[in-house]
């Protein structure tokens, strides 16, 4: 055994799955004397022509004169068959992307119907003591501009899905100073706080004036 067939053995041994790929096509080329310079690229050419398709018995394929073409040809084909794979696999995250956020507007659009079926008896409500101005929060939008503004998660936590709340923004000179979550259900102050969740020196001030004026908010609740 020649020296370069030894290091061909030793190859094969040491690389089971080399074995397995390339073996059945090394005793072919061995028949026809065919000289291979460089095994393991050898072999790598060997993959390529099987994920194209082609014949690995056929010494026309494994045996190229110009070995160096033949490998460059079946890289230039594998390559654009993976770029093709790519471009698939783009055009399929773009089509789950847009069926998702076609999936979320459609969820926004349920959302905003849902809150106006049951908050809209509150829109315009206001409650003040000439200061200090509380009012309902009337949209979505306002829930995520008031919780952006002080930092809070009351768009984040999806208080406008919550049937027995409602949330009010308690502002002086249009600045909003504290945010109010009222329960439905008895119609008292179960939250308040300002920027940060931090509460301000109008805290008190501002539960002890909701709280008084419940009677407001149960009026709304009568309207059918």
Same mark, same amino acid.
């Given at each position: 055994m020649k020296g370069g067939e030894i290091e061909v053995m030793k190859h094969f041994l040491f690389n089971a799955r080399t074995a397995d790929e390339c073996w059945a096509s090394y005793l072919? #080329?061995?028949r026809h004397k065919y000289l291979i310079d460089n095994f393991s690229m050898w072999c790598d050419y060997l993959r390529m022509l099987n994920?194209?398709?082609q014949d690995l018995r056929n010494p026309k394929n494994i045996c190229p004169e110009d070995?160096? #073409?033949a490998h460059d040809n079946a890289t230039r084909k594998?390559?654009?068959i993976h770029e093709k794979e790519r471009a698939e696999q %783009? @055009? @399929?995250w773009e089509i789950e992307r847009r069926e %998702?956020? +076609? +999936?979320r507007q459609l969820q926004r659009e349920k959302d905003a119907e849902d809150f106006i079926a049951n908050k809209s008896k509150f829109f315009g409500l206001v409650i003040t003591d000439e200061e200090i101005i509380i009012k309902v929060l009337e949209s979505i939008d306002?829930?995520?501009?008031e919780g952006k503004a +002080?930092?809070?998660c009351v768009f984040g936590s999806e208080y406008y899905k919550k049937a027995d709340t409602l949330i009010l923004s308690a502002r002086i000179g249009g600045e909003i100073i504290e945010t109010v979550e009222v329960d439905l259900r008895t119609l008292k102050v179960v939250q308040c706080h300002g920027k940060y969740n931090q509460d301000t020196e109008y805290h008190e001030r501002i539960i002890d004036l909701v709280n008084k004026n419940a009677n407001l908010i149960r009026e709304r609740m009568k309207v059918a």
């Open positions: 072919i #080329a061995k994920k194209l398709g070995f160096m #073409a594998i390559e654009t %783009r @055009r @399929r %998702r956020e +076609q +999936q306002e829930y995520y501009s +002080q930092n809070i």
